[in-house]
C-alpha cells in the first residue's frame, strides 16, 4: 500500500519561532498534497491544495504567509508555520493524492503535533 | 460545494453487536467517491472503506460495509461484530474525483462497551 510520512510526529517551540513539517510520499509520486489542521475533537479542516512545481492553493480564511507550502519534488511537501503563536497550536496532518486528475484517493501522513509555547 | 452531515456525535456499542453510524452528503457533482476513516487516539487517519459514485454495489471490507443511498444521499458505515479496538472517531468524506480534495463531516465518537 501507499505510504505517506510526516516528519516531525511532534514539535514544540516557542511563540515567534518558525517550524518546518515535512510530508514525503515513500513509495509513489503525488503531484498533489492537501494539508489539513485539526483541532482537539474536531474535524479536518483542509488548508491548503499543494501542487508539485507551482503555488499552492490556500482554503478561505487561511493566511498564505503565516502557512508557506512549498511542493518542490513529486514526493515532498513542506508546511512551514512563520512566527507560531500558542493559538497555531494543533494537529496537522498531510495527505497525498496518488495518480493524475480522475483519481479521488488520498493517504494519509501520520500528522504532526504542534504545540507553541 | 460539497457537504458531508455527521448527525450522532457520540455513539456507544455493546461488544460483538453491530453499529451503524450515519453519514448524509451534499453535492452536485456526478463522479465523487466516498470515504470512511477511523482516527483512534494516536490521531492517524485510517482508511477503512471507500465507494464510488457509480459504483452499483454496496462496498464492503471485512466487518466494515458501506450503506449507499444515492437517491438519499447517504453512505452510513456498518461495522459488524464491534471490537473493543473500535472505539475511536470515525469521519465520513467526500472527495471531488477531478479536484481530489476531500470534504470532511464533523466526525462520530464510537465506543465500545465490554
Known amino acids: 500500500g501507499a505510504v505517506v510520512s510526516q516528519h516531525p510526529s511532534r514539535v514544540i517551540c516557542k511563540s515567534g519561532t518558525s517550524v518546518k513539517i515535512e510530508c514525503r510520499s515513500l513509495d509513489f509520486q503525488a503531484t498533489t498534497m492537501f494539508w489539513y489542521r485539526q483541532f482537539p475533537k474536531q474535524s479536518l479542516m483542509l488548508m491548503a491544495t499543494?501542487?508539485?512545481?507551482?503555488?499552492?492553493?490556500?482554503e478561505q480564511g487561511v493566511e498564505k504567509d503565516k502557512f508557506l507550502i512549498n511542493h518542490a519534488s513529486l514526493t515532498l511537501s513542506t508546511l512551514t508555520v512563520t512566527s507560531a503563536h500558542p493559538e497555531d497550536s494543533s494537529f496537522y496532518i498531510c495527505s497525498a493524492r496518488r495518480g493524475l486528475a480522475g483519481a479521488s484517493w488520498q493517504y494519509f501522513g501520520p500528522g504532526t503535533r504542534l504545540t507553541v509555547t | 460545494a460539497q457537504k458531508i452531515t455527521q448527525t450522532q456525535p457520540g455513539m456507544f456499542v455493546q461488544e460483538k453487536e453491530a453499529v451503524t453510524l450515519d453519514c448524509t452528503y451534499d453535492t452536485s457533482d456526478q463522479s465523487y467517491g466516498l470515504f470512511w476513516y477511523k482516527q483512534p487516539s494516536s490521531g492517524e487517519m485510517i482508511f477503512l472503506i471507500y465507494q464510488g459514485s457509480y459504483d452499483e454495489q454496496n462496498a464492503t471490507e471485512g466487518r466494515y460495509s458501506l450503506n449507499f443511498q444515492k437517491a438519499r444521499k447517504s453512505a452510513n458505515l456498518v461495522i459488524s461484530a464491534s471490537q473493543l479496538g473500535d472505539s475511536a472517531m470515525y469521519f465520513c468524506a467526500m472527495s471531488n474525483t477531478n479536484a481530489g480534495k476531500s470534504t470532511f463531516g464533523d466526525g462520530t465518537t464510537l465506543t465500545v462497551k465490554p
Open positions: 499543494s501542487n508539485e512545481g507551482s503555488k499552492a492553493t490556500y
